[in-house]
């Protein structure tokens, strides 16, 4: 079992930045890669980016991309998700996810662990 808890939303303006942060317990962190997805309001859920087990590689959704950063720090159990020139099409509940699968996987059923999620709202 690997327990994630997200930590780093709120309301930001139009073209702030935020930090999430995912913080990891439980079994080795450094096994399991783990992706960044979120849920606007109405919408389905949607990958945002993922990060290999050693940090080395990472890979970001084109609606993201250039945006959106995600690093990870196995000494301290977390991965983070830099956003940057934030819009309103990103507001939503953010979630950090775990799989044991080492290629990128970018469906959330492949994912096996969650955390709880937080929210980030940009106005405009």
């Known amino acids: 079992q690997v327990q994630l808890v997200e930590s780093g939303g709120g309301l930001v303006q139009a073209g702030g930045s935020l930090r999430l942060s995912c913080a990891a317990s439980g079994r080795t962190f450094s096994n399991y890669r783990i992706a960044w997805f979120r849920q606007g309001p109405g919408k389905e859920r949607e990958f945002v980016g993922t990060?290999?087990?050693?940090?080395?590689?990472?890979y970001a959704s084109d609606s993201v991309k250039g945006r959106f950063t995600i690093s990870r720090d196995n000494a301290k159990n977390t991965v983070y998700l830099q956003m940057n020139s934030l819009g309103p099409e990103d507001t939503a509940v953010y979630y950090c996810a775990a799989t044991n699968l080492v290629g990128v996987t970018v469906t959330p059923r492949n994912y096996d662990y969650w955390g709880q999620g937080t929210q980030v709202t940009v106005s405009s």
């Open positions: 990060i290999s087990r050693s940090g080395g590689t990472s």
